[in-house]
Nanobody, 119 residues
Framework: VQLQASGGGLVQTGGSLRLSCAVS????????MGWYRQAPGKQRELVAI???????NYADYVKGRFTISRDNLKNTVYLQMNSLQPDDTANYYC??????????????WGKGTLVTVSS
């Protein structure tokens, strides 16, 4: 199972970016999908998570600015980020709870995509 994230880049304060993460490989099904981030010198933290049925949960510091969504046919999760602030600068990682068989599952991580917000 592989997760390929894309969409990071450099943006000015107040700007927007859209991250994508596609899951590929031997997939029986995907449960929760999520985005995490890690700023330099800090621990990795949850940004947003979405269930297979579309229920979402957000960290307080992104509520109202970020939107997580998914396309189950494409095995892809998205993160629309608006009103970006310098504190949002971090490597963003996608995560997926993947079923690889009738009785096997695991949590998989993509490589980070860097988001840099200039002031």
């Amino acid at each position: 199972v592989q997760l390929q994230a894309s969409g990071g880049g450099l943006v000015q304060t107040g700007g927007s970016l859209r991250l994508s993460c596609a899951v590929s490989g031997s997939i029986f099904g995907i449960n929760d999908m999520g985005w995490y981030r890690q700023a330099p010198g800090k621990q990795r933290e949850l940004v947003a998570i979405i269930t297979r049925r579309g229920s979402t949960n957000y960290a307080d510091y992104v509520k109202g600015r970020f939107t997580i969504s998914r396309d189950n046919l494409k095995n892809t999760v998205y993160l629309q980020m608006n009103s970006l602030q310098p504190d949002d600068t971090a490597n963003y990682y996608c995560n997926a709870d993947v079923r690889t068989g009738w009785n096997s599952r695991g949590h998989y991580w993509g490589k980070g995509t860097l988001v840099t917000v200039s002031s």
